[in-house]
């Protein structure tokens, strides 16, 4: 199976960067989309953003638009770039995979089969 582990998670802040990585190995499927997902205590786990490699679609959650990028490299390592933070964002971030048909079911956490263990990334004000 899939095996999925994140970097790149620290204490930034407000208004600094981060860039996140996934790197995922073992059986891998290129029409398998990937994406990235955060939760906070109280919270449910929240969409950040997910890719499709196949068709090159890339989603993001209403608060990630404008300032998180998402990419996956030809080796399978998925990035999250992410600008201009707020305490907002303060959470641990996971990222997962999984065999998704349908485009409009990837910002469900619940359709992702396979998982990292999460990084944190703290925001101060």
């Known amino acids: 199976q899939v095996s999925l582990a994140e970097s790149g998670g620290g204490v930034v802040q407000a208004g600094g960067s981060l860039r996140l990585s996934c790197a995922a190995s073992g059986r891998i499927f290129t029409r398998f989309p990937m994406g990235w997902f955060r939760q906070t205590p109280g919270k449910e786990r929240e969409f950040v953003a997910a890719l499709r490699w196949s068709g090159r679609n890339k989603y993001y959650g209403d608060f990630a638009k404008g300032r998180f990028t998402i990419s996956r490299d030809a080796d399978y390592t998925m990035h999250l770039q992410m600008n201009s933070l707020q305490p907002e964002d303060t959470a641990v971030y996971y990222c997962?995979?999984?065999?998704?048909?349908?485009?409009?079911?990837?910002?469900?956490?619940?359709?992702?089969?396979?998982w990292g263990q999460g990084t944190q990334v703290t925001v101060s004000s």
């Open positions: 997962a995979t999984g065999d998704i048909e349908s485009d409009e079911s990837m910002g469900l956490w619940r359709s992702y089969d396979y």
